[in-house]
């Protein structure tokens, strides 16, 4: 449905096509050309979380030298893939609850090239394992050994991606064996009481918080791009695929309107198809804030009460450069990078279902 300016500029092209003699499909077209070939406010880039920041930096680096947005958001999400300290993205993710670390990614270009990989175990950047899953198979999506036999045909190199501390985290888990994942934490501190009470991610000295990180782009030429990668829910039954790797639920990027991206309980994401959800309300001429409140209102409608006990944010950015996040609860955070310094690369609060 279109919205009230949105339907009031197509009437306005309407009416000057007929004026001029010019059916409304083609002007409507125009319309279309103009919209994307417009001189777009990027470079930016943002993502999910506060270890977007560092990742926005690599991200920086390469639409700051006039790099395309594809390019930039693989290199972004590459920071936390690598980082031992990250135990909800890449090496060192926590594994399964048969103890194995297994990853989700996927990329999507300006022009509706997309590449996934789903239950990838062994290898540390599997956001360009679904890089090459798009630009070198006819297919959109590889998983588990599948998705490892492609990777190490392409060259990329065998890893443990189980760290000593993921380990121990996991053999804590194993006492009690609670099938009762945490994800997307977003408190800094955690204690025995409360709704964190259940928390398989504790370790003394340690501070585990947040997962996925969804990270869009717009590069200098108006070109927008989007990456998502994840090791998943801590402890999941092997085999379990959250959103991330699922274009549509983790990641959308249309060319024309906008890209978003989601983090936290997968499952729900999945159920609305959550990031296409954003951008098409984007398209319909919702803000993205907006847009993203409303996908994760739909959620909450969906299931009230277990809207209560989970965590989804969605982030989104559209063609003028203007972004936005909603989430459901308290905690989730985004970073939005314009330039080289810190000034320009902070961290915002994304605004809340419960208050
Ligand atoms: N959003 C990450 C997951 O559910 O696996």
């Not at 777009?40 to 920041?53: E, Y």
């Not at 958001?73 to 031992?84: L, M, N, S, T």
């Not at 950047?125 to 890089?131: G, N």
């Not at 060319?255 to 951008?279: D, K």
């Amino acid at each position: 449905m279109q919205n009230r300016r949105n339907f009031l500029s197509s009437a306005l092209v309407g009416a000057a096509a007929f004026s001029l003699g010019v059916s409304g499909a083609e002007a409507q077209d125009k319309k279309k050309k103009k919209r994307s070939s417009g001189k777009a406010a990027g470079p930016i880039v943002i993502s999910t979380w506060d270890f977007g920041r560092a990742a926005n930096r690599a991200a920086w680096d390469v639409l700051k030298a006039g790099g395309r947005a594809l390019d930039a958001v693989e290199a972004g999400v590459k920071i936390p893939e690598a980082d031992p300290n990250n135990h909800t993205v890449g090496y060192s993710g926590f594994p399964d609850r048969d103890g194995r670390v297994t990853l989700d990614a996927c990329i999507m270009d300006e022009k509706g090239n997309c590449g996934s990989v789903a239950a990838l175990e062994h290898i540390m950047h599997p956001i360009s394992v679904a890089r090459q899953v798009m630009e070198k198979t006819p297919h959109v999506m590889l998983v588990g050994d599948g998705a490892l036999q492609f990777a190490l045909a392409q060259g990329f190199e065998k890893t443990n991606l189980l760290t000593p501390e993921s380990e121990k985290a996991w053999k804590e888990w194993l006492k009690k064996a609670e099938y009762k994942p945490v994800i997307n934490i977003e408190n800094k501190s955690y204690d025995t009481k409360g709704a964190t009470a259940f928390n398989p991610l504790m370790l003394p000295g340690n501070v585990y918080n947040h997962d996925t990180i969804g990270m869009v782009a717009l590069d200098a030429n108006g070109n927008l791009s989007g990456a998502c990668t994840t090791s998943g829910m801590a402890f999941k039954m092997h085999g379990r695929v959250g959103d991330s790797p699922i274009i549509g639920a983790g990641l959308y990027v249309d060319n024309e309107v906008g890209a978003a991206t989601s983090t936290g309980l997968g499952e729900e994401v999945i159920r609305v198809v959550g990031s296409f959800l954003v951008v098409e309300l984007m398209r319909q001429g919702y803000s993205p804030e907006d847009a993203c409140k409303e996908a994760v209102t739909r959620i909450v409608k969906k299931n009230p009460e277990r809207a209560k006990g989970i965590q989804i944010g969605f982030l989104a950015l559209n063609k003028k450069g203007e972004h936005g996040a909603y989430c459901l609860q308290k905690g989730f955070n985004y970073a939005v990078c314009t330039g080289d310094t810190e000034d320009k690369n902070t961290l915002i609060d994304g605004k809340t279902y419960f208050k």
